[in-house]
C-alpha cells in the first residue's frame, strides 16, 4: 500500500511539475507576443515621426517647411511652385466627417447590440448577428463603390430638393453617411459582446426592485456595458479616422477650407495622404505625407484620451 502511495504521489508531482511548465511556456508566449505588439507599434510611430519630421528640419534645406503654417494652414496646393501645405482645415474637416458620422451610428449600434442580445427572439437574434458580422467584413473599396453610386445620388437628390449643388453628390454628407455605415458593425459587434457579458443578477436585482426590463435595459445594462460601448466607439472613430480608399471616392478633395456646407467637397487626412500617392516620386511631397500621418496619430489618440474621459463620467462613475 505504501509503494502504491509513493507512485501516485510520484505521478501526482510529476503531472503538477508538467503543468507548470506548461504554464510557464503559455505565459511567456502570450508575453512575447504583447511585446512584439508593442514593437510593431512603436517602429510604425517611430518610422512615420522619423520621416514626418524632416521637412520642418533646417538640415532639409531650401524645401523646409514652417510647422506653424503646415499646423494652422488653410490650403493644400502640392500642384503649384512653391508648393502650399496646410493641414489645419483638413484637420477640421476630418473631425467634423468622423464625428458627425459617430453621432449618427453610435446610438443606433448601441440599441441595435442591446435588441440583439436582450429584445429579440432567438432566430432574429441569429439572423441580425450574421449581419452585423457581414457588414464587418465587407472590403473598404465594396463601401466605396455603393457610396459612389447610391449615397451621392441621395445627396444629390437631397440638395436638388432644396436647390444646391452637390458637384455630383460628392460632399461632406456624403462622407458622414458613408463612414457612419462603415463603422456601424464595429460598434454594434463590441456594444454586443459587452451587453452579453453583464451580470444577470444584476438585471434580477433591479427587476426584483421594481424597475421594469426596459428600465433595466437602458439604466443597468448599458451602464454596466459602458466600458465595451466605448471600446467600441473608440475603435469605430479609429476606422472613421483612418478610411482612406473609399472616402476618396466621395469626398471631392476639397484644397482650400475648412469645409463649413454639408453639401460642399471635402477632404480628410487619410484622403490627403492617398490622393496622388503614386504620382508622387521621394521628395519634399513625398515626406509631408508622412507629416500629415503624424498629424492623424494625434488626433486619433486625443480622441481616444477625450473618449475615455467621457466613459469615465458616464453614470457617475469615476473608476471600473
Not at 509513493?6 to 504554464?23: A, I, Y
Not at 466605396?144 to 445627396?155: D, L, M, P, R, S
Not at 454586443?192 to 424597475?211: K, M, P, Q, T
Not at 469626398?251 to 504620382?279: K, S, V
Request: positive net charge; charged residues 15%; hydrophobic residues 50%.
Amino acid at each position: 500500500m505504501d509503494n502504491d502511495n509513493k507512485v501516485t504521489n510520484t505521478k501526482l508531482k510529476s503531472f503538477h511539475s508538467r503543468k507548470l511548465w506548461q504554464d510557464k511556456i503559455i505565459k511567456r508566449i502570450f508575453q512575447g507576443s504583447a511585446v512584439l505588439a508593442a514593437l510593431m507599434i512603436v517602429f510604425i510611430c517611430y518610422f512615420v515621426i522619423s520621416r514626418g519630421v524632416q521637412p520642418f528640419l533646417s538640415s532639409y534645406g531650401a524645401d523646409q517647411q514652417s510647422l506653424i503654417s503646415f499646423i494652422a494652414g488653410n490650403r493644400w496646393r502640392p500642384d503649384i511652385s512653391p508648393p502650399v501645405y496646410g493641414v489645419g482645415f483638413i484637420i477640421i474637416n476630418t473631425l467634423l466627417t468622423s464625428i458627425g458620422a459617430a453621432i449618427i451610428s453610435f446610438p443606433i449600434s448601441v440599441l441595435t447590440a442591446l435588441f440583439i442580445a436582450k429584445i429579440a427572439p432567438a432566430k432574429v437574434r441569429i439572423v441580425l448577428t450574421t449581419i452585423v458580422e457581414l457588414l464587418a467584413a465587407i472590403p473598404s473599396i465594396v463601401y466605396g463603390v455603393f457610396a459612389a453610386g447610391a449615397i451621392t445620388g441621395i445627396v444629390d437628390d437631397i440638395g436638388g430638393f432644396f436647390g444646391i449643388s452637390t458637384f455630383g453628390g460628392n460632399s461632406t454628407l456624403a462622407v458622414i453617411l458613408l463612414l457612419a455605415i462603415m463603422i456601424f458593425p464595429t460598434i454594434t459587434s463590441l456594444s454586443l459582446v459587452a451587453i452579453r457579458a453583464v451580470d444577470y443578477n444584476l438585471e434580477l436585482g433591479s427587476i426584483a426592485l421594481g424597475a421594469s426590463h426596459m428600465e433595466t435595459n437602458f439604466k443597468v445594462v448599458l451602464t454596466s456595458a459602458k466600458s465595451g460601448i466605448f471600446a467600441g466607439l473608440a475603435l469605430g472613430l479609429g476606422r472613421a479616422f483612418g478610411e482612406a480608399t473609399a472616402v476618396s471616392m466621395v469626398a471631392g478633395n476639397r484644397m482650400i477650407g475648412p469645409t463649413w456646407h454639408p453639401f460642399e467637397i471635402t477632404r480628410t487626412l487619410t484622403t490627403t495622404i492617398l490622393t496622388g500617392m503614386h504620382e508622387t516620386s521621394p521628395g519634399l511631397d513625398y515626406d509631408m505625407r508622412f507629416s500629415v500621418g503624424i498629424i492623424l496619430l494625434i488626433v486619433i489618440l486625443i480622441t481616444n484620451l477625450t473618449i475615455q474621459l467621457i466613459k469615465k463620467k458616464i453614470g457617475g462613475v469615476s473608476h471600473e
